[in-house]
């Protein structure tokens, strides 16, 4: 008591837990980085008459976003090669152009831009997987986000590590280097059962055991990924996971497209997190994923944008919007995946998913102050008469006009303030001058 | 020759006709409404020393978009009814909040909200389904949009008319009063196969023969209407449509998602238009238009965003996007429909719908200058390695900068010139107050 806080007032917080619940005319009081109150605004007038005051006008105030899926850098290949099935599209376009121009320059320049895209759409913590993944943990932490730094473990030689050995060896020297920063934590990353063998699975079993870092992994993701591990395996992807010891509470498995009942089973078994890419997977004609029998079976289901070269953006609440049609689209049932599920998708389950729940996903006293804003006086989001539904149905992501990590403002009013804009804009445009190959 | 023409100056120009074209560093002429010439921005600088010039920066111009199946003024329904199935959404909620709150006043702000979405959207030209249709043609051409005006036809009493016959009446009330403007077109909008009974769409026919105007109608929208049409008539809604004489180049058909190959054939031989609108189609649980096939097959698609109160938004370009990636996702082919055709849905394919194809829908000399463009220099469009794909797959609806319809700017660097933002934010405020029933 007696400290200095800062009183955020908007007209609606959507705090997500409780859950369903619209809090009108609150203020959100910050102390030391961390969410210290939420109480009704004339009170807080009285309470803490000392606080510094941010005057939110008609604005909701919501949980950061979690982004649970990403590969910021891509945001450079973002539009490079589209129209393209998953497999044309990785080694006959992604990869050449990843081997030609991936280098710590791009990765710093390409996760700049992802960043102040995500910034501008209320995310405030994402799931990574990359090449160079120092360079996006330093460039993220300067930034002021909070990230899940998944080091990439693949049988494809790329520009930063020469195989699965050598990517072993950086993923260990990545969990030590940011041990002890508090914004970043260190996952390694698997890229897909299809690129990593036997001993290359074990060997990220081990690594994961010996460090406590968790695992994040494309699985699923085409239907061609089954028959190819049945004939090299004899078994499908998700019990050859099993096998090593890799699925439980601290997996991820991105994707998850072509799923039957006893995966569904094996996932509520281990506990083992879902990430879901809607818009990837609709894009690469691989298919959807099925969300509302996940979620009724207790699967922990969080929500990831994948990369802006698949995508084409990092957009999360377009990608949630998009979860809860498909949803609805593809099981004809208009009640599955509703608005305020959808808030949970992009908010509480990534942060389990990340194992950080009791630190951020909801607006609670205790938590990290890990916060957006939405200004809803746009005609897009009028009239509000159910503001979860017009935040999930409606909005913008643009509408995002301040975003909080930890009590600090790294979006204010529409401008990032950590972020050089224009020096990002200039780069992505000399690297569109760079790539033009004839 | 001679006289004072318009250069507008953008980056790039995205013609739609000749197919997947883009033009660099051109200039599109305006002459008294209309598109008076393309040519390199060098050479009209030459050739035109004493046009106005208007510099478009880094922006890409498009035709302007076409809505081609809207209920305007339910914008003020907005969010009001969520995550429900279209018979209990439409008989539970709409209609009973419809038969309280609808008024020439409801209708005539609610267009007005619709309107500046649209705008702030890129689109110059809607076709309108709604009570109080005179009202909606005064306001949109009041506004300079361009529209096609439906008159509604429903056997259920509504504020506007009592039934069948006095929909008719005023229907043809609309005919005659409209005949000389400009920017409206009237066209007979009967409600659905379900809502009008056999000597209601025998009237259509009759009418619309008399009157020349072109038909618009929700058809095979929900699975329940072929059995409901079975039992009842004997045959399926598109038969029996058929069997009235109503199918044909003169009729829109709205929905279109149960379709089989028949139907398909049907559609082919008599040239009927299909309003693709899937964002509307999957939140209600209905399913997808199979749009691929339809184009395959030769139909021409058109693309609308339903109403707001089951979309939830007016934005062609993400339900551009939406149907892209529905497309892919439900065939499984990443092939299918690529963001060069979804343009064509957005435009050619909407004024060819409306009938209109010589008049609007791409940039090319002698067509009405109805245009938009599009400010890329968003980190959210960058780098622009293909543009086309940059506006389909990653901008914003808000990244719409400026809008001329016939030559007339309409919103200029993002503000509305013929609508008072202020005051329509303030009535559908005012709306949101008045309709909170306990």
Request: with cysteine; proline share 6%.
């Amino acid at each position: 008591m007696g400290s200095i806080g800062t009183l955020l007032l908007p007209r609606f917080v959507l705090p997500v837990r409780p859950e369903r619940t619209v809090l009108r005319e609150h203020a959100v009081r910050l102390l030391d980085g961390r969410i210290d109150a939420i109480l009704p605004a004339d009170e807080a007038a009285v309470r803490y008459p000392d606080d510094d005051r941010v005057d939110l006008g008609r604005h909701a105030l919501l949980p950061g976003f979690v982004n649970a899926h990403t590969h910021s850098p891509m945001s450079l290949l973002r539009g490079y090669a589209d129209d393209l099935a998953l497999d044309a599209w990785l080694r006959e376009h992604i990869w050449p152009a990843e081997q030609r121009w991936v280098s710590p320059e791009f990765v710093r320049e390409g996760t700049q831009l992802a960043l102040v895209e995500m910034l501008r759409g209320g995310v405030t913590c994402f799931n990574e997987m990359y090449f160079f993944p120092e360079v996006i943990a330093e460039t993220a932490d300067e930034a002021g986000l909070r990230a899940v730094i998944g080091a990439p473990v693949i049988d494809v030689p790329t520009p930063w590590a020469s195989g699965i050995a050598e990517c072993l060896e950086r993923s260990r020297e990545l969990v030590d280097r940011f041990a002890a920063t508090e914004r970043i934590d260190v996952a390694l990353a698997p890229h897909a059962p299809y690129t990593v063998d036997e001993a290359g699975l074990a060997a990220v079993k081990a690594l994961s055991e010996e460090t406590g870092v968790r695992v994040n992994m494309h699985v699923l993701e085409a239907a061609w990924e089954i028959r190819h591990s049945r004939e090299q395996f004899g078994k499908g992807p998700l019990q050859r996971l099993h096998g090593h010891g890799l699925l439980g509470p601290e997996f991820m498995a991105v994707h998850m497209v072509h799923l039957d009942e006893a995966d569904i089973a094996l996932l509520v078994e281990t506990g083992t997190h879902v990430i879901h890419c809607p818009e990837s997977n609709l894009k690469l004609g691989n298919g959807v994923c099925p969300v509302p029998a996940l979620l009724e079976a207790g699967v922990n289901v969080a929500l990831g944008t994948d990369g802006a070269a698949s995508n084409n953006d990092l957009d999360l609440l377009g990608e949630a919007r998009t979860a809860a049609l498909v949803a609805k689209g593809f099981s004809g049932d208009p009640e599955a995946l509703d608005a305020w599920k959808v808030l949970d998708l992009m908010t509480i389950n990534g942060a389990r998913a990340m194992g950080r729940e009791s630190d951020f996903g909801t607006i609670e006293p205790g938590k990290l102050a890990d916060l957006c804003a939405f200004d809803l006086d746009w005609p897009e989001t009028q009239p509000v008469h159910r503001v979860h539904a017009q935040v999930v149905y409606s909005a913008a992501s643009r509408q995002v006009s301040d975003v909080w990590v930890g009590g600090r403002r790294l979006l204010e009013a529409g401008a990032p303030t950590t972020l050089d804009l224009p020096g990002i804009l200039a780069s992505a445009e000399a690297w569109n001058a760079r790539m033009k190959v004839a």
